[in-house]
């Protein structure tokens, strides 16, 4: 009868290990799939504000400014130069549109003209395209004295005294 008892024993001490070990691999799981769960909404939540990123920016491209007016690039100094929050709120990164002509054009950027203009000292002549690699074929098809129309982010520089407007991430339409 002692043999039969301890074989109980047994039987049962084995069965609550093996319950033990079942609650554990339970937990392991549980723990596991809400791992998988939370990483699974973080790449979920990653692609849709990359998605709704581009969406905004092709917006943005949409209603970029046409900056190819004296007026408009003068307004635009004017700001640079004498109110900069205003030039940081309203342009500095800002969507623009441009046409003109290219005259030179280099390893990552080409520069267009749609006139010389002077206003006091300065002199209002580049539109520096600094364009998108996914842009090079449309650039190796363009050559001196094509007209274009370009759109990128605005920014802006004067060395010398010419003002410079580079457009970052510039496409040709």
Not at 12 to 37: D, E, P, W, Y
Not at 76 to 82: E, L, T, Y
Not at 134 to 146: E, I
Request: net charge positive; proline share 2%.
């Amino acid at each position: 009868m002692s043999y039969r008892k301890y074989d109980h024993n047994v039987d049962i001490k084995s069965t609550q290990i093996s319950k033990g070990l079942a609650n554990v691999g339970k937990l392991l799981l549980f723990i596991a799939s809400g791992a998988v769960t939370l990483f699974v909404g973080a790449v979920i939540t990653a692609a849709l504000i990359g998605i709704n990123q581009h969406n905004k920016d092709i917006a943005s491209k949409e209603k970029a400014i046409d900056i190819s007016s004296f007026q408009i690039q003068k307004r635009i100094d004017d700001d640079r130069v004498n109110n900069p929050p205003r030039f940081d709120l309203n342009w500095s990164g800002k969507w623009v549109k441009f046409r003109g002509e290219v005259w030179k054009i280099s390893d990552y950027t080409f520069y267009v003209s749609n006139q010389s203009h002077k206003w006091g000292s300065r002199i209002w002549a580049n539109v520096i395209c600094d364009y998108k690699s996914d842009q090079k074929g449309r650039v190796a098809q363009l050559d001196k004295g094509t007209r274009v129309k370009i759109v990128g982010k605005l920014s802006v520089s004067k060395p010398f005294d010419t003002v410079n407007f580079k457009l970052y991430d510039c496409e040709v339409l």
